[in-house]
C-alpha cells in the first residue's frame, strides 16, 4: 500500500445508478427529480431575498437561517450534475477524482449543516433564556465568527476524506456504485486494500459532529423547556415556545429522513432497491428544510 498522498488504485471511472427497477417511467421520474430540485431552488432563494430586503429580518436568527439557505443550495448542486446525467441523460460514468469531489462536497455540506442547526438552537436558548444579554452575546460580528468557525470546523472534517479513500488501492477499472451520486459509504465498501484507518476515521468524524452537536441541540432544548416551564401564564409559555417552532421543524426535517434512510438500509433489505435510491435522494436534496416564523 502506497503512503498517504498516493494514489495506486487502478480505478479509472465509476458508474452510478440510477433507477434501472422502474424502466418505463424514466420520463416521469426525471420529471419529479427536476421539479424537487427547482421547488429546492426557488425556496431557498426566495429566502435569501427576503431577508435581504426586509430590514426587520437583519438579526441572528436570520443570518443563521441565511447560512442553512446557502448550505442546502450547496447540497442540491453537489447531488444535481450527476443525477441529472445518470437519471436523465442516461451518461452515469463519472471519473475517479470528480467522484471524489463530489463526495467532499456532499458531507461538506451535511456536517456544516449540523454546525449551523446547532448554533440556531443557541440562539434560541439565549433569546428565551437569557434574553437581556442577547444583543451583547450575539453581536454581529460574533454571528460572524461563529458562522466562519462552522464552516472551517466542516472543512477540516472532511478534508482528509478524499485523500484516505485515494492512496487505497481499487482493483477495477470500473465499479459500480449503489446511487446517482457518490457518497463515503458507498465508497468506503469498493477498495482490497485495508480500510482500518478509513473507518476510524469516519467514526470519529460521526461521533464528534452527529453525536457531539445532537447532544448540544438536546440539552439546550431541555435548558429552553425549564426557564419555559417556570414561567406562570399558560399564554406566555405558548408564545415563548411558538418562537422554536421554525427551528424544531429544521431539526426534524434534517433528522427524522436521515434516520429513515438509515433504518431502511439497515433493516428493510427486503424493501425495492428503488425505494431506499429514493429515498436518500430526497434525504440529500430536502426542499428547503425550515419555515419562517417571526416573533
Not at 421543524?249 to 425495492?272: D, K, Q
Request: charged residues 10%; hydrophobic residues 50%; proline residues 4%.
Amino acid at each position: 500500500m502506497g503512503g498517504f498522498g498516493t494514489n495506486i488504485s487502478s480505478t479509472t471511472s465509476f458508474t452510478l445508478t440510477g433507477f434501472p427497477e422502474m424502466k418505463g417511467l424514466e420520463h416521469w421520474l426525471a420529471a419529479l427529480l427536476l421539479l424537487l430540485y427547482a421547488i429546492s431552488f426557488l425556496g431557498n432563494i426566495l429566502i435569501l431575498f427576503i431577508i435581504k430586503e426586509e430590514q426587520s429580518l437583519h438579526q441572528p436568527m436570520y443570518y443563521f437561517l441565511s447560512l442553512l439557505s446557502v448550505n442546502d443550495l450547496g447540497v442540491s448542486f453537489s447531488t444535481l450534475p450527476t443525477v441529472l446525467a445518470a437519471v436523465c441523460f442516461h451518461a452515469p460514468e463519472t471519473t475517479f477524482d470528480a467522484c471524489l469531489a463530489q463526495m467532499f462536497f456532499i458531507h461538506f455540506s451535511s456536517w456544516t449543516e449540523f454546525g449551523i442547526l446547532l448554533v440556531m438552537s443557541f440562539d434560541h436558548y439565549v433569546t428565551i433564556c437569557n434574553p437581556l444579554c442577547y444583543a451583547t452575546v450575539l453581536t454581529d460580528v460574533r454571528v460572524a465568527h461563529i458562522g466562519t468557525s462552522i464552516v472551517i470546523r466542516s472543512f477540516c472534517m472532511v478534508f482528509p476524506l478524499p485523500f484516505l479513500l485515494k492512496r487505497l488501492p481499487f482493483c477495477k477499472a470500473s465499479v459500480v456504485l449503489a446511487h446517482s451520486y457518490c457518497l463515503r459509504a458507498d465508497l468506503i465498501r469498493l477498495p482490497c486494500g485495508d480500510t482500518t484507518i478509513n473507518s476510524m476515521y469516519g467514526l470519529f468524524i460521526v461521533i464528534s459532529a452527529f453525536g457531539v452537536d445532537s447532544l448540544l441541540i438536546l440539552l439546550s432544548y431541555v435548558l429552553i423547556l425549564h426557564s419555559v416551564l417556570a414561567i406562570a401564564s399558560r399564554g406566555e409559555r405558548l408564545k415563548t415556545l411558538n418562537t422554536c417552532v421554525s427551528h424544531i421543524y429544521a431539526v426534524l426535517i434534517f433528522y427524522v429522513p436521515m434516520v429513515s434512510v438509515s433504518m431502511v438500509h439497515r433493516f428493510g433489505r427486503h424493501a425495492p432497491e428503488y425505494v431506499q435510491k429514493f429515498m436518500s435522494l430526497c434525504t440529500s436534496n430536502a426542499l428547503p428544510n425550515y419555515l419562517f416564523h417571526q416573533d
